[in-house]
């Protein structure tokens, strides 16, 4: 079994604060099916920021 290490540069990064868009530059951007994910919502108690509610069927696919 031959295994092929991965570079060490940040390949996507995903923050789904606002939109699921690649922070990197890279153009990994992800696409939301369906219309149940609801971006800019609080976050868990304690912590700062938003992020996405997937309710219902809706999630996001992401390129390989």
Known sequence: LAT???PAALVAHWKL???????????HDGTVDGSTVAFGQPA????SGSSP????SGHIDVPL
Request: glycine share 18%; aromatic share 4%.
């Open 44 to 47: 868990a108690p304690g912590l």
């Open 4 to 6: 092929t290490a991965a």
């Open 17 to 27: 604060d606002t939109d699921a868009a690649d922070a990197t530059g890279n153009g």
């Open 53 to 56: 509610d997937f309710s219902g």
